[in-house]
């Protein structure tokens, strides 16, 4: 059950308005790891979560406040749009080369479709979908896939920082930034945590005995393109990070084996 | 430049056809996690990488590898599909309700688009897009995309080896499955090569001065939710993963502030 | 600012496991006119609102309840997968056809990507997107889209209401259902106050002059089709619903002006 | 069946190139609410539809005008882009800034994919797709979503009446902002008329029976986020619209109950 | 202008209810290359030609047939989902396995979102869009596209024909094969009059100066996989088929040139 | 199996920064018909194939070809980004116009989401898609749909040539569209090759014995618009093209049926 409450986690004020910086905005509110994205795969992992306990209540905690950046980012986005030339013929487009490139980069639906309002889009202009999220079941692969978000998220926030000299964008930002930096650092205490309580290890699943599974190439690089130093890395000598192999380099793929005859399917489907 | 050898890294020969199944397997071929994802992740990782060296060797040498292993399931689905009754009226589904049940399980698009062949779709048909793959520019990131897509992967692999019998279709997922063990490792060691280099470190992206964030929230646990156990774990307390702070537990939001006055955009939006 | 309780407005306790249900269920998740998609509406037109008040404080109380109901079909969907059959060959699939119908009618994705979970997408797998919302700054039109989003919800919910017999099911059900029976005349309510308090009018929006529209055919039914009777309805003849015009009936399209002649664009585009 | 008629409802004459706006007007040519949605989702609803006579008779005639409006769009695209600076070099962006403006916020693909003609999709450049459309085979229900569109589409059209000065293009607005004038008349009177014979009444579907409702909260208004006002409205007290109840104002959301244990499906899933 | 006639190009009356062939029949209405895909694409190519004449009379003459066929296959659709179980509890799914199979085999949304209505979605419940049209202003181009596209939509509907037994069904669809047997001749000879006419010719588009290109390899082919045969086509010697050129072998790819270095942005987007 | 070598076909060197010109090149790099969806499409065909020997060499041959296209493209992309203003502050957009109009015109996520990098899209932002390619088992089909792709493609390119004054850029382009012309002659000359070899011929698929079709209407040219020239063309009269029937013109549509009666479905799907 998710109750609202009409205040916000930090302060939404832009020093002035700015319809492309909205736009630009959008890509971390309804991008591919937008807010949209986190708050949605962390409810969807808490939902199909097996364990009670401090997991779950914690993937709870953090995506509640996930739809509360989600909502900090629309109000920045609408107030940023406000009192922005959006293309209404008396912002004297025709006349000012400045205001005309101002408008040619705002999203057209700010204007058209949301009446200077937020979208759940990115900055694209591509609906948010349900496609960017993760939530496997597996806690060690999923936490994964949560600190993976996070640093492509802030990433992607610091980015923005760099493009506005708004002190209210940038005062908001900064919140979003160390809240990323938490959570960056949450998942990856997570996943140290997971390790320590013996809930999963690596490789994930680890429960798969890996007897199963070809085991003569569990551990090699193989080197399918002609670079010639990839075989000095960490991965291609040495323990194996799960600490059940050792590190080997292959030079060049072994040969293979031949394709199978091509296939003859029912005549009535007229393959050629 | 890409070049095709036609052979395979490993058999690829189903035991009998199975239609249902070659649709199970499209999920790792054409899915969010399959294997067009971790191709096109990993080359467009490589076209934009900044350094040149064993990364990038390494990012182009897996890659080709992953482009084969589209290539076998792919071919695998074809032979799985071959002799598999995929509802042309003779295959007696009127009067069998097994035939009726396989065929009303398999992916209809198989038949009447692809006349038997494989597609790139996901396992519920719906098609392969670039959106499913991340490639920010930054490593660090990056990577632990990668190491989640592999970790996905396994996952899903292992869940279909228990999906079948067939000793030809499982004979290939033991090889997949150990490639994603290796490939699991791979990125987690390449992690660890990165921050041993002095590459990149936490939080990501490292080089953006914490200064300017709010540094009061950058290692806060706060506590969106009503659960009481998020506190006892490794993310509520004690130093941070990235070495830079202390971890701590706030048990309820902080009050907020308050919404900023609704915007009154140009009333030539007409809004209300 | 959301905040979260673990407690669900209504009980979520299937009789019996059913995975063809749980895919069914789906659709009133994360489909068009599903769960997520009135919450995410709902939000979205608040944070553009543009009048503080009653109508605001309604919007964000009525959307903060929907992210509850998708909590509560996520959590049901998840018991229904439970302990239903879905692939695992020791499920006996091969030999009983009963079991493989079963299967064969499931959404796969529940198997192989989320490990018996719930997912952001419809009865047949589409994920969910942002282009199913509307939140256009004008209430008058937002509430018919909210209205209208309310009574296909419903008529779903019947329709899935007859498509199962258990009875925890059905008691989820009957509960969301009576929501919707409020939520329409929520909206229709909210549709008469809007008039009733000048906000707003028709026709939407009610502000733009109608002078500068050609009134001549702002009140004309014209029958582009060649059925006789589209001239017996009350949108054929009698007052406009609006107050502010008659209806009429052109029982055939009046003749038209001729088309432009074809474009002659810049030959560097090799048009032909 | 379809017959097509080499002439235009209403002129179609921009007064000068522009393709920006050309841009703009793709948004209610192949947008979420735009000419071909109403196209579409009329011609469904009429297939679809379960009574002969008036009404599938009215929303045939309407239908097929839908497909003249998608029609006058295109053309007026075309014309918009025929002499237009569309980024071909001798167009002089690099040496003008108010070409490149111009040029910046065009459709790319107006140029590349089009060679100067109009396109299915948006003005963000998505491409129009059947998930906009409704057609339910409920009358009601149906009605609304076609009011509510041409309410979306009457907002839309009159914001890009203030986007321009052309007044060719002008021209061609105030006819179809007219007619959208008529369309959302036609749906509400259409529900009126439905209401009055009988066919179908509130709530949506009207026939499902009521007492299989949880009908002690068939008429509450709950108050899930802490604004103080939305206990004022019509809807949260006197009679409810369908006049088969009372609304009644719940202040804040009764206790609910608790969440069922986690699940834990076969481990064969890996889950953790 | 399009006006709709009450009439159906041919009959359409199944002999019995069919749910899951329903389903089928959706790829060839809704599906990449069904119906609304050749009306639209050919809709697209009429508005946006550039010729007057006897191109455009034809391809609007073709196009609006084609919205017609649309109109048929929902018809059908409908036709076929009228009687047929669709899951409704008493439908006794649970007790016989035949009726479970057949619904398990179904599109969910006919019966859920549609109530026994035709969706604007192909056989895996995608939904159509806009990118699947093609009209780029270049007829030689576009006419290759339209035989492609009536060239797989009878490959198809032949792959459905021997999908059924029903003489209803089988009917509609010998009239429909045989407009796609006109179809493909049709733009083929379209191709060979714009070739006669001197309108365009190959390569496209030919007006392009050949000189601007790399002549060297113009009419090459370079062998990039390992097989030997490849050299034995039409393709690989003899004059080229615009009759510019000669074809040649090239049995291995030549060197190729050094990658440039990779690039350095700048660093504030903090790339490694 | 796809190796990789670290060279490039071409030189891929631009003489000089140009972000809006990196957004243009998306289209033929990951659009509808750019270098991914003919790699992929050419790879599938290969895949699915059903003969070996030279039309499966082949296809194999210039698929792997065409993955060092889309490698091409990527490589250039973020060399006309390495340092181009993107958005950050200290570009000055602020204060000249012409830069700012520069950035307007640019795809954002180069820079948020890839840091100046290549990305999956089209010049609109839209993801690469798996339902952008054909792959059919029918090779005359198929092979059609190639030479479109290659006709679209060099179109494109041809286009884009003239967008630019770039001598490194033009340099690529002059291969790329060599290579479209040799391509296009490609695919012709492999359809003449499939009708000299007997393994296909008109209509697709010519096996289907067209005494199932409906013959009347297999060669007749319908006019369902009201212009008066199509009968002029190729396809109303003479032989036709497969050489099995002869043209006629039919000026206007036969008298066609009737629609069959609405349906009407079990009363619990609730339609009116
Ligand atoms: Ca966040
Ligand atoms: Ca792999
Ligand atoms: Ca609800
Ligand atoms: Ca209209
Ligand atoms: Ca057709
Ligand atoms: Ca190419």
Redesign the interface.
């Known amino acids: 059950?998710?109750?609202?409450?009409?205040?916000?986690?930090?302060?939404?004020?832009p020093s002035k308005p700015d319809a492309?910086y909205a736009?630009?905005l959008q890509?971390v509110l309804?991008?591919?790891y937008g807010e949209i994205s986190v708050a949605?795969q962390y409810?969807?992992q808490a939902?199909?979560?097996?364990?009670?306990?401090?997991?779950?209540?914690?993937v709870?905690?953090?995506?509640?406040?996930e739809?509360?950046h989600?909502?900090m980012l629309?109000?920045m986005i609408?107030?940023l749009?406000?009192?922005a030339p959006?293309?209404?013929?008396s912002d004297a487009v025709?006349s000012d080369?400045?205001v005309?490139?101002?408008?040619?980069?705002t999203?057209?639906?700010h204007?058209?479709?949301?009446?200077?309002?937020?979208?759940?889009?990115?900055?694209?202009?591509?609906?948010?979908?349900?496609?960017?999220?993760?939530?496997?079941?597996?806690?060690?692969?999923d936490f994964?896939?949560n600190?993976?978000a996070e640093?492509?998220g802030?990433?992607?926030a610091?980015?923005?920082?760099?493009?506005?000299?708004d002190h209210g964008v940038r005062d908001l930002l900064?919140?979003l930034?160390?809240?990323?930096?938490?959570h960056?650092?949450?998942w990856?205490?997570?996943i140290?945590?997971?390790k320590?309580s013996g809930?999963?290890s690596?490789?994930?699943?680890s429960?798969?005995p890996?007897s199963?599974?070809?085991?003569?190439?569990?551990?090699?690089?193989?080197?399918?393109?002609?670079?010639?130093?990839?075989?000095?890395?960490?991965?291609?000598s040495g323990p194996?990070?799960?600490g059940k192999?050792e590190?080997s380099y292959v030079a060049e793929?072994p040969?293979?084996?031949?394709?199978?005859?091509?296939?003859?399917?029912?005549?009535?489907?007229?393959?050629?």
């Open positions: 059950m998710f109750l609202h409450r009409q205040e916000l986690q930090h302060k939404v004020k492309v736009r630009k890509e309804g991008g591919q949605m409810a969807f939902w199909n979560m097996h364990i009670p306990g401090k997991y779950r209540d914690m709870f905690g953090i995506g509640a406040e739809f509360g989600v909502e629309a109000t609408a107030q749009l406000e009192k959006l293309g209404i013929t025709q080369p400045t005309a490139a101002v408008v040619g980069g999203d057209i639906q204007a058209i479709v949301a009446g200077a309002g937020a979208r759940p889009v990115d900055s694209m202009g591509n609906p948010w979908q349900g496609s960017y999220i993760t939530a496997s079941g597996n806690l060690m692969a994964h896939a600190a993976n640093m492509q802030r990433v992607q610091v980015r923005l920082y760099h493009m506005t000299d900064k919140f930034i160390a809240r990323d930096t938490m960056q650092n949450q990856l205490a997570a140290e945590d997971l320590e809930v999963e690596l490789p994930v699943p429960n798969f890996q199963q599974e070809d085991t003569d190439v569990s551990y090699q690089y193989i080197n399918f393109s002609d670079g010639g130093q990839a075989g000095d890395g960490r991965w291609a194996s990070i799960d192999g590190f793929p040969a293979g084996v031949p394709m199978p005859p091509p296939t003859h399917p029912d005549s009535r489907f007229y393959g050629t």
